[in-house]
């Protein structure tokens, strides 16, 4: 079996590579950005006194880290328009479950780590601080 491939073809749709490539970036900045605020209310959220707040948050962190990402997105996409009754388009149903996905790991391992050691809630007391 000798085959030659052919790529020529490839660069008479170059174009759609660019800009499918583009619109990739554009959704990863988008939702980079989404989750990265979205962590940091949540980490702050996080710090209240209020044990209903941070038992809220704690499931909304638990609920998006332990299931797959796979699972989010075809359940955001298909189920849950059929439970509201209003129908998502596909690019503001990705940047959603993308966006609460990444949120939920920023507030859980960057945010609410460093807000509770910027205010002493680490362990260390702030007089022994450097």
Sequence with gaps: MNYVWDFAILGKYSHL???GLG?????????VLLGTLLGLLVGI???????VIDWLLLAYIELFRCTPLLVQIIWFYY???VVIGVNIPAHVAAVTV?????????????FA??????????GTPPARWD
């Design 79 to 81: 189920a849950f328009p």
């Design 113 to 122: 780590a460093a807000s509770r050691a910027c205010i002493g809630d680490n």
């Design 45 to 51: 959220l996080r710090l209240s006194r209020w044990p």
């Design 17 to 19: 590579f660019w800009v």
């Design 23 to 31: 619109w990739t970036i554009a959704y990863t900045i988008g939702t």
């Design 98 to 110: 993308l966006s609460l996905y990444g949120g939920a790991f920023y507030a859980l391992r960057s």
